[in-house]
């Protein structure tokens, strides 16, 4: 579990995050939203120590990340997975060099067990026989595949997804949904994606928090979400049509079977 305490991050003596608190659980697919400028990536990128918090504390199980030692907090950098927005692929290496990559850097076994590792974290998200491929030769959704092969191949406590959907089309971004949610709960892993792709806070979010103005909003699953009574969250969720129609649908069977 990681738990965030009276965050704050200030920019040039501008508060962009304003005492946060909010709960991340093991296990689950715990999602991040909120307009862009919201505050997001920054909450992000405290979390994982790309930046440091101005004040407050960001615990990992009992340990305070913001107090570590220089020393901890590397090792704990080896408990996290990454997948970052463009995929964020070598390219001039191939599939499987691209998985194996954190295990050359930080695995002290045999090439042989490495390379057997990666070649079974391909297989888990359906890329068996695609590592022989450089990134420019397979899709954006292959490419986005081959980044969370990458990220698990350490097997982390804990995953960190920054708009794991961005540019993909629809029907790729429920793949690529759904494997997150399936490792996320086969490895007890804690999983937190940065996102604003609506059909994942409905299909995949277990554990929601929303943040408006460098402020947490709101912070519940998907299930409560249409019950959330926070006029600035149902601003944001419910702006597009469609949305705002299954938002009123709800609202009229709610109010039918009352």
Known sequence: MIKIEHLYKSFDDKDVLKDINATFRDGEV???????????????KN???????TRGSIFYGDKDFVSLSKKDKILLRREMGMIFQSAALFDSMTVLDNVMFPLNMFSYDSYEDRK???LECLARVNLAGAENKYPGEISGGMQKRVAIARAIVLEPKYLFCDEPNS?????????IDELIS?????DNITTIVNTHDMNSVMGIGENITFICDGRAEWQGSNKEIM???NKKLEDFIF???????????????KKMNN
């Open 239 to 253: 702006s597009s049509d469609i949305l705002r129609q299954a938002k009123e649908l709800h609202d009229q069977h």
């Open 47 to 53: 979390i994982v120590g790309l930046l440091t918090p």
């Open 116 to 118: 057997k590792k990666a």
């Open 227 to 229: 019950d959330a009574a």
């Open 182 to 186: 399936d490792i996320t709960h086969e």
């Open 30 to 44: 715990n999602l991040i939203i909120g307009q862009s400028g919201s505050g997001k990536t920054v909450l992000m």
């Open 167 to 175: 540019g993909l089309d629809p029907k790729t971004s429920i793949v």
